[in-house]
């Protein structure tokens, strides 16, 4: 069972929320992660675009509050620990490949 946290529908319409450890747009995964707005390279952009926003996920701006409700969810998902075997897997997977890119590989 998926869980899903709402976090802020877009002036389309269209929702975006935390799915299974995603943010998601439309039920679509974006990315798994958020950016501080101060840390993005186009932060001068996307604020000319969209004022509120102080975080990004992907290519969702996010205000202070709909980034604190992601940012719960994807914790809340990330505690919840699958001890199998392709979980670990996974997950040593994901750290490895964060250190490479914070060594620079792309």
């Known amino acids: 069972m998926s869980e899903r946290v709402w976090v802020k529908t877009t002036l389309d319409g269209r929702l975006v929320e935390v799915i299974n450890g995603w943010i998601c747009l ?11 707005l101060e840390e993005h390279p186009n932060r001068q952009a996307i604020l000319q675009a969209v004022p509120k926003a102080t975080h ?27 001890g199998t075997p392709l979980a670990v897997s996974e997950r ?14 792309e």
């Open 92 to 105: 040593l997977r994901q750290a490895v490949w964060k250190k490479a890119c914070a060594e620079g590989v």
């Open 26 to 36: 439309a039920g679509q995964p974006e990315t798994d992660e958020i950016v501080v």
């Open 56 to 82: 990004m996920a992907g290519r969702l701006p996010l205000t202070l509050a709909e980034a604190s409700v992601a940012q719960a969810a994807l914790r809340r998902h990330h505690d919840s620990f699958d």
